[in-house]
C-alpha cells in the first residue's frame, strides 16, 4: 500500500485513537457532550435508509436494519452508503446508545479493514462520531489498534505510521491503568514499530520526523518514562510485554 490516500486514513486512525483518549478524560470528568434533538421517522427499509436523500434520524428499528446490511451484503456501494447513514447518526446522542447496544461498533469497526480506500474512510468518521460516548470508548478503542497493528506489521507501512501527526494524548494509552487489551495493544504496536525500524538499522541513525508525529512522542522522554514505570505494572504479560521492546532498555 501507499500513496496520498493511504496516508490519509493512515493519520485518520492515529487521530481517532488520540481524540478517544482525548474524549475519554474528559468525559469522564463530567463534560458530556449533548447531541442534537431526534426527530424519528416511520421506518423505512434498510435499502431506502441508504439512499442519499435520507438524512432523518434512524430509529432502534432502522438501525438494526442497517446493520444487518452492513453484516451481509458484499456491495462496496451499499457499504458506503449505510456507513454514511450510520455515521450522520452517530452525532445524535442516543444513536450512539443505540448502535453500541444493537452490537454496531464491531460490526462498523470491522469495515476498516475493507480494501475500499472510500470504506476505510466511511467507517473510520462512524466510530470517530461514535467515540463522543464514553461508553463507546474501549470498544472503539480496540477496534482501531487492530487495524493500527495490521498496519505496523508491514515494513512499507513504518513510515506513514511514525509521519502521522498525532495529538500528545495518544500516549494515554501507555498509561498503567489502561485496560489490559489495550494496553497490550499499544504494546505490540510500538514493537512492531521499533522491530521494522531496528532491522533496518534506523534507530541509530535518528530518523528525521516533524515535530508532533507519531515518531516524535513514540521515541521522546514522555513515552520513555512512561516505558519505564510499565516494568512495575501489577500484570506479568504487561512487563514482559515492555522489557520485549529493546529501544529503551
Not at 26 to 33: D, E, P, Q, S, Y
Amino acid at each position: 500500500m501507499g500513496g496520498a490516500r493511504d496516508v490519509g486514513w493512515v493519520a485518520a486512525g492515529l487521530i481517532l485513537a488520540a481524540g478517544a483518549c482525548y474524549c475519554f478524560y474528559k468525559l469522564t470528568r463530567g463534560r458530556r457532550r449533548g447531541g442534537r434533538r431526534l426527530r424519528l421517522r416511520p421506518s423505512r427499509s434498510a435499502e431506502d435508509l441508504t439512499s442519499g436523500s435520507y438524512d432523518d434520524t434512524l430509529n432502534a428499528e432502522q438501525v438494526q436494519k442497517l446493520l444487518y446490511l452492513l453484516e451481509s451484503t458484499e456491495d462496496p456501494i451499499i457499504i458506503e452508503r449505510a456507513l454514511v447513514t450510520l455515521g450522520n447518526n452517530a452525532a445524535f446522542s442516543a444513536n450512539q446508545i443505540v448502535i453500541r447496544e444493537l452490537g454496531g461498533i464491531p460490526i462498523v469497526g470491522s469495515k476498516i479493514n475493507n480494501p475500499n480506500q472510500s470504506i476505510k474512510e466511511k467507517a473510520l468518521n462512524a466510530l470517530n462520531n461514535l467515540s463522543v460516548n464514553v461508553e463507546n470508548q474501549i470498544k472503539i478503542k480496540v477496534q482501531v489498534l487492530k487495524l493500527l497493528l495490521n498496519l505496523s506489521e508491514n515494513p512499507a507501512m513504518t513510515d506513514q505510521l511514525l509521519d502521522a501527526q498525532v495529538d500528545s494524548s495518544f500516549l494515554s494509552l501507555l498509561d498503567g491503568h489502561v485496560p489490559k487489551e489495550i494496553l497490550l495493544r499499544a504494546l505490540t504496536l510500538l514493537q512492531n514499530i521499533t522491530n521494522c525500524l531496528s532491522e533496518e538499522r534506523r534507530l541509530a541513525t535518528q530518523p528525521a520526523f516533524p515535530a508532533g508525529s507519531l515518531f516524535s512522542l513514540l521515541y521522546g522522554k514522555e513515552c520513555a518514562q512512561k516505558m519505564k514505570a510499565l516494568v512495575h505494572h501489577h500484570d506479568a504479560d504487561v512487563k514482559e510485554k515492555v522489557t520485549m521492546i529493546p529501544k529503551f532498555w
